[in-house]
């Protein structure tokens, strides 16, 4: 396959993603916002384990979530560059499916408590946030996150392979 396809099914991987971390933030939105978060959407941060497509694809999807989420600014710009964060360093520790979920977790833990104290005004102690914040993102990341690489590694086995 030429170079052209293959930039064709990134882009498609990437769109899909996208999408479907846009449609998973918003069904489950009651969970997605707040102090106390569980993203299901951030599940998907496994996937820079199979793609290269899946930094695009999460860093979009929480852009789109975030501003269709009712986002205040500053949300929608450093909350979905916290998703890049992990989803770039992910990708780079995609030699071990146990590592990659560890960026997502970590940024989204130590930059989400400022926007919600700066962003939306929450009077609680940051620290306390980030409690919190870390907890629903080990349940996302880790918990769904491995379920979903799982399922991938047994079911679809070849399903995010080179196309070429």
Avoid: H
């Avoid at 989420?69 to 909350?79: A, L, P, Q, R, T």
């Avoid at 907890?135 to 086995?157: D, H, N, Q, S, W």
Wanted: glycine share 10%; charged share 10%; hydrophobic share 60%.
């Amino acid at each position: 396959m030429n170079k052209k396809n293959i930039s064709i099914y990134m882009i498609v991987y990437a769109a899909a993603i996208a999408a479907i971390y846009v449609v998973l933030t918003l069904v489950f939105a009651p969970i997605s916002y707040g102090v106390m978060q569980i993203r299901i959407a951030e599940a998907l941060t496994i996937l820079p384990l199979f793609t290269p497509a899946a930094v695009p694809g999460l860093f979009i999807g929480c852009l789109i979530a975030n501003i269709l989420g009712g986002g205040v600014m500053i949300d929608v710009i450093f909350g979905s560059l916290a998703t890049l964060l992990g989803a770039v360093f992910g990708y780079l520790l995609r030699f071990n499916r146990w590592l990659v979920p560890i960026p997502a977790v970590l940024s989204n833990t130590l930059i989400i408590p400022f926007i919600l104290f700066y962003g939306y005004g929450v009077k609680m102690s940051i620290p306390v946030m980030m409690g919190y914040i870390a907890v629903g993102e080990i349940v996302g990341c880790y918990v769904l996150g491995e379920m979903l690489a799982t399922v991938f590694l047994k079911r679809f086995p070849t399903l995010f392979d080179d196309p070429s």
